[in-house]
């Protein structure tokens, strides 16, 4: 990496992933390169648990279908969720600014507290400090998730077949054009609402049908696109994905039309890929479409041998063309 100092573009896809892998990983763990996943793994004497850890800045703090602290929630809890963990603890460390209001930060603790009791989470310890006014935006929510990983799930980007399935489980982009359009103000997009859901009764639903299933990743930062190399890059395989499949809402297609985005790069917090046998893609499907969170559910490609490309995308018009890893944070600050 020749950058000397952090910008935004390593806050997500080709960016962060740089920054990873020749900055942060080499400082901390020093001649480990592990595959990265949603959550780490444990054995321990009751089974295996699951541990992970996030922060948010999301800007605004109150959004169309969220806010800061519903999302801190629905991130973490989703984050064990991919590893086929059941969530039960939570952490939550505040960093606020002075002068936030208090009604804001009430709402946002009422929201974050509402997510973990519906998913049967305890919010088990935290911290809170104050700093100046302008260092800190508002509020900053630091995270740390555990869960229990039942017997005979072992769930991973590297876990990908030639031939299997993959599946989305519902309409992409909402998240961050919800975003992008309140932060701009482009009123042709406004009725777009933000999927951050909490997903660990989707999930379980899912493997409950297929538990066979090879992997699963929230499709947040670099949305789909992100997820996709990274599955192919672990697993030594190639994606390809049919453009025709992939569930987009005619508002955010007409979004990304008129801002020249991909909606595979757009990010989302209440949507995941999931990698399921092909024999298996029509009871995935089934599974999620019977679940409030999976509505539009869909089987957007097949796993390949790997070819030149990890990503691509077979259009609408007959072609195929590369996916390219977002080579940056399209839009920063949206979790």
Not at 50 to 76: H, M, Q, W, Y
Not at 175 to 180: F, N, P, V
Not at 206 to 215: D, G, H, K, N
Not at 245 to 256: F, Y
């Amino acid at each position: 990496m020749n950058d000397a100092a952090i910008r935004l573009a390593h806050g997500s896809g080709k960016g962060l992933q740089e920054l990873l892998d020749e900055v942060v990983l080499p400082a901390i763990l020093p001649g480990r390169g592990p595959v990265l996943e949603d959550a780490a793994v444990f054995d321990v004497a009751q089974g295996k648990l699951a541990f992970t850890s996030d922060s948010f800045v999301v800007s605004p703090l109150e959004f169309r279908g969220g806010n800061i602290g519903k999302l801190s929630a629905c991130g973490t809890i989703n984050d064990l969720a991919m590893m086929g963990a059941i969530p039960h603890y939570l952490s939550v460390s505040l960093i606020l600014e002075e002068g936030l209001d208090i009604g804001l930060l009430t709402r946002m603790l009422s929201s974050l507290r509402l997510v973990c009791e519906e998913a049967g989470v305890v919010i088990a310890c935290g911290d809170t400090k104050v700093v100046d006014r302008g260092k800190a935006d508002g509020m900053f929510i630091a995270t740390s998730g555990i869960g229990m990983v039942p017997p005979g799930r072992a769930l991973s980007a590297g876990n990908l077949r030639e031939g299997d399935a993959v599946i989305v489980s519902g309409p992409i982009g909402q998240h961050g054009i919800a975003i992008l359009s309140q932060r701009k103000g482009l009123r042709f997009a406004s009725q777009v609402v933000s999927d951050c859901a909490p997903l660990n009764g989707l999930v379980e639903a899912l493997l409950s049908a297929v538990p066979q299933t090879r992997a699963l990743r929230d499709a947040t930062r670099g949305g789909c696109a992100a997820v996709l190399h990274e599955f192919a890059d672990a697993s030594k395989v190639s994606v390809v994905v049919n453009e025709a499949a992939v569930p987009v809402s005619d508002v955010v297609r007409g979004a990304c039309s008129f801002l020249g985005l991909d909606p595979l790069h757009i990010a989302n917090e209440g949507r995941f890929i999931a990698i399921v046998p092909a024999a298996s893609a029509a009871a995935a499907i089934a599974a999620c479409t019977a679940h409030p969170l999976g509505e539009g559910a869909s089987i957007i490609g097949t796993v390949t041998a790997r070819q030149r490309f990890g990503v691509l995308m077979k259009t609408s018009i007959g072609g195929s063309r590369p996916v390219d890893m977002p080579a940056g944070e399209l839009l920063p600050r949206i979790c």
